[in-house]
């Protein structure tokens, strides 16, 4: 095949938790530059395998760059190179004949290594678990144009709502941070009409859950370069706002209109 | 319809297996109803499943846009968009429910499009001549996704419902004649074991990854399926997939998976190829008369939004006589440069964006300056278990929802019409329809997890586990699992006939042989491993794959995605055959994979009379 690229890779290898972890160094050869960066680790596995040596775990699965299952640290950078894009979706045009690319898992206490590239990012459901929800039991919700939403709050909450929880602002933040995620999920249903009976409490629990697990923001932005859809930090200074209105609000006085 | 009441729901435990759409809905709903849920996931976290990628949108037959929709007219276009094939009591509910399914959603904060007024907007979507799909940006699903997943959340932050995620079904448990309960193995320890209750939900999706390449997750299969099936559940209409026909074409031979492109390109785009086989002239600098818009000409009336099974047809027809486009010449045309003229380069990007970014990150090439390529690729199955009106499958207190069942969308689904009757299912009707099933259980127990009826089963799966560890072949589960998909989609894809298909009832079973053989699965059964978990699944595909075969070959007539090339008109459009193959075929199994018997269901049209589909 013409234009192939033949590359290094450093991946790390780690059989569990609780095993000592170390890098392998591997090589590939005829790589498309059309091929996925998954696809090249697909390459890598099938040779892997007929050497008789166990494939890397790596996750994915739909390689749509939506589920938010795959990620990991390429060359240092959470999903790699470039910009706005998830693991799945960088494609090996972005690297050249002869590069060394070093693969790691993300990297955070709360991100435990299971195996190899694939690490438990469940705390990022019991932030979810303990507010990122409208109690809207099936069936009582009136009519779907009752309440009318002000296309730029319902643009500004779909900005939010974006965010596919692959856990890469908390791989990218030097203190493993969960804010970009939490504040996203936070904002995308303070910023509506239907989620503002629950914005005060959901705002305190979805926090304070989040704090019970992960790091302190310190304002580095780490997280929105790293971030596959680009979620604006606007949402971080949103939600902080939030959370000390909420410590102050006076829930019987909700009803009123101010 | 019998009822339980609210205080002795908490007496009754249900399993529920699978969160995307249906899952996840069903399993909120049942735990805010009070019943005792088990949901289970292999993915690491509900929010992962493949229901998340779909992009175009959701019918509602709410008739906001005055423009002459109503709960008939869905109804009407449905059972005629899936050729006649589908029942017409089960479609008539979804079109019912249709409603309710928006107005849910908004309510949980969905964030549908919407005018400068604050009222939702819709378009219309895939071959329907009313504006009745909701849709939010190209990421419908993963919206409706994160509104049923976070409904779902809540229950189990309230202890409804007990979540397991990482964890895969891999038995069914059948005893005194229903379903008690599953087998699962834990994803990370390897763990098997059984868990019971009075009922099984299965929300388990398609079985599209037959074909290996297609817009599919990875991981999708058909194994939860295809067990109760082996258990006496019939496996109705196996022949019928929709083959979308606007995804992103093969690039080569590592291609993993394929990426749709929401037809929702289609109101937009025109579809086109070169009338020379030589062309090699750059798109800009071909004449429009030496363009061929071959859907437009062919249907005046629909043009590029005829259903998806005649476009993606269509499509195969014109790279077959050569005419294909790309360095492989695997494609055709989706040109938006009319479209950018008249509405202008921020008005696409505005309806498109992010669909126009995922192609550019996949090829490379920029939409905004040359067309797209695309070309069909397996998308969705509407065949499935076969369930009756209150969907349960023949196995009493077994259910099945979504895509996972075979009952509304007959022979082809219209597009938006997924995402309606996944939380159609699980939001609004089997929430009410299994009661109708528990009510009499009141007071019998589930059956005890030592049960030898249960440690049978637990056995039988571990047993099977560590087999495909011992082995020790030469080739790796993703080359049969490639190799399988080539037969698939040359024999029992977009076209169909005798021959190829009794062609594959040869070659599949020999292939089968050589992989029980000769595949190799490194490592062990008790921690992560992926490889292990993929042997069982394409294990269970090659199975499917032939009973697929069968099924195409009885059923000798065309009818919306199934195309049989000896059942067509003069012009060259899907042939019924109403008087033979008015019915669903049900499928039960025999003890091997050649030996099912082929039950059937008659299919009885009411109210929408059987006509040829005509989209001139």
Redesign the interface.
């Known amino acids: 095949m013409e234009n192939t690229m033949t590359l290094t890779l450093k991946v790390w290898r780690q059989n569990g938790p609780a095993e000592t972890g170390r890098f392998e160094t591997y090589e590939v050869n005829e790589i498309s530059p059309d091929m996925s960066f998954l696809e090249m680790f697909d390459v890598l596995n099938e040779n892997l395998i007929n050497d008789g040596e166990e494939p890397v775990e790596i996750a994915s699965d739909c390689r749509e760059g939506i589920c938010g299952t795959c990620g990991c640290m390429i060359n240092g950078q959470a999903h790699g190179p470039e910009k706005a894009t998830a693991t799945c979706q960088l494609h090996m045009r972005k690297f050249t004949d002869g590069d060394t690319i070093i693969v790691e898992p993300w990297q955070a206490a709360s991100f435990p290594v299971i195996k190899d590239l694939v690490v438990d990012r469940s705390p990022l459901d019991r932030i979810i678990e303990a507010g990122g929800y409208i109690t809207v039991p099936t069936g009582s919700a009136p009519d779907a144009n009752l309440i009318p939403v002000p296309k730029d709050a319902a643009d500004t909450a779909f900005d939010a709502a974006a965010c596919i929880g692959c856990g890469a602002c908390v791989a990218a933040c030097p203190n493993s941070a969960a804010q970009l995620f939490t504040s996203a999920k936070v904002q995308h249903l303070n910023l509506l009409p239907q989620g503002q009976p629950e914005r005060w409490s959901r705002t305190e629990d979805m926090v304070e859950t989040m704090e019970e697990y992960f790091g302190s923001c310190t304002n580095h932005g780490e997280c929105h370069e790293a971030c596959p859809k680009e979620i604006p930090l606007d949402f971080i200074a949103y939600t902080n706002r939030d959370y000390i209105k909420s410590k102050r609000k006076n829930r019987k006085l909700l009803g009123q209109s101010s | 319809m019998k009822l339980v009441n609210p205080a002795n729901k908490r007496k009754f435990e249900v399993i529920v297996v699978g969160t995307g759409l249906a899952g996840a809905?069903a399993a909120?709903?049942l735990g805010?109803l009070g019943y005792k849920v088990k949901a289970f996931t292999y993915?690491?976290?509900?929010?992962?499943?493949?229901s998340?990628?779909a992009q175009g949108g959701i019918n509602g037959a709410?008739n906001?846009q005055n423009d002459g929709d109503s709960v008939y007219r869905l109804f009407y276009d449905t059972v005629k968009g899936g050729d006649y094939r589908s029942r017409e009591a089960n479609v008539h509910r979804l079109a019912e429910v249709s409603l309710?399914i928006?107005?849910?959603?908004?309510?949980?904060?969905v964030?549908?499009?919407?005018?400068?007024?604050?009222?939702?907007d819709n378009r219309s979507f895939g071959g329907a001549q009313v504006s009745r799909t909701f849709y939010?940006?190209g990421?419908t699903?993963?919206?409706l996704l994160?509104g049923a997943?976070?409904?779902l959340?809540?229950q189990?932050?309230a202890g409804s419902v007990e979540?397991h995620?990482r964890t895969e079904m891999l038995d069914l448990i059948v005893h005194d004649g229903a379903a008690r309960g599953i087998v699962v193995r834990d994803l990370?320890t390897g763990d098997v074991r059984s868990h019971t209750a009075h009922a099984v939900v299965l929300a388990t999706g398609g079985y599209g990854n037959v074909y290996y390449l297609s817009t599919n997750?990875?991981?999708c299969n058909v194994t939860a399926g295809w067990r109760a099936h082996r258990r006496g559940a019939l496996f109705a209409n196996p022949c019928y997939t929709q083959i979308h026909p606007t995804c992103i074409p093969a690039?080569?031979e590592?291609?993993?998976?394929l990426?749709?492109m929401s037809e929702s390109l289609r109101n937009d785009g025109r579809i086109w190829v070169p009338k020379s086989h030589d062309e090699a002239r750059l798109v800009s600098d071909i004449p429009e008369d030496q363009r061929y818009y071959y859907l437009e000409e062919k249907y005046p009336a629909f043009g590029n939004l005829v259903p998806r099974d005649v476009a993606s047809r269509n499509a195969k027809t014109v790279v077959d006589q050569g005419l294909g486009v790309g360095p492989l010449k695997n494609g055709v045309y989706l040109d938006f440069a009319d479209a950018i003229k008249r509405d202008g380069e921020d008005a696409i990007r505005a309806r498109y964006g992010n669909l126009f970014q995922?192609y550019e990150?996949?090829?490379?090439e920029d939409p905004y300056q040359s067309p797209m390529r695309i070309y069909p690729a397996t998308h969705y199955t509407m065949g499935g278990l076969w369930v009756d009106y209150e969907l349960m499958s023949n196995v009493p207190g077994l259910f099945v929802v979504g895509e996972a069942n075979f009952s509304d969308h007959g022979a082809n689904r219209l597009g938006a019409s997924a995402l309606m009757q996944g939380l159609a299912d699980g939001?609004?009707v089997l929430?009410y329809t299994i009661g109708n099933y528990l009510a009499p259980l009141l007071g019998e127990s589930t059956l005890d997890e030592s049960d030898p009826a249960c440690a049978t089963v637990v056995n039988d799966v571990a047993e099977r586990t560590q087999k495909w560890l011992s082995v020790n072949g030469t080739r790796?589960v993703?080359?049969f699992h490639r190799e399988l998909g080539k037969l698939v989609w040359n024999f029992i894809g977009m076209e169909r006939d005798k021959n190829g298909l009794e062609k594959a009832l040869s070659e599949i079973p020999s292939l089968r042989e050589e992989f029980e053989k000769d595949v190799?699965v490194?490592?062990t059964a008790d921690?992560?491993?992926?490889?292990l978990e993929k042997v069982g699944r394409v294990a269970d595909f090659f199975e499917l794959a032939e009973l697929k075969a069968r099924d195409a070959l009885e059923r000798n007539e065309s009818c919306g995605g199934h195309f049989r090339t000896e059942s067509q008109t003069p012009e060259g459009e899907a042939l019924r055959d109403d008087e033979n193959y008015a019915h669903v075929a049900a499928w039960e199994w025999g003890g091997t994979s050649d030996s099912a018997v082929r039950h059937t269901e008659e299919l009885v049209f009411d109210n929408v009379p059987l006509t040829q589909r005509s989209y001139k």
């Open positions: 809905s909120a709903t805010e993915h690491d976290s509900p929010r992962r499943a493949h998340i990628a709410k906001y309710n928006i107005d849910q959603c908004v309510g949980q904060g964030p549908f499009a919407r005018e400068y007024g604050g009222l939702l939010a940006r990421q699903g993963q919206q994160l997943y976070s409904a959340m809540r189990v932050g979540m995620t990370i997750a990875m991981a690039s080569d590592f291609q993993s998976k990426t749709l995922m990150r996949i090829t490379g939001y609004f929430p790796s993703d080359w190799r490194l490592g921690n992560l491993n992926t490889s």
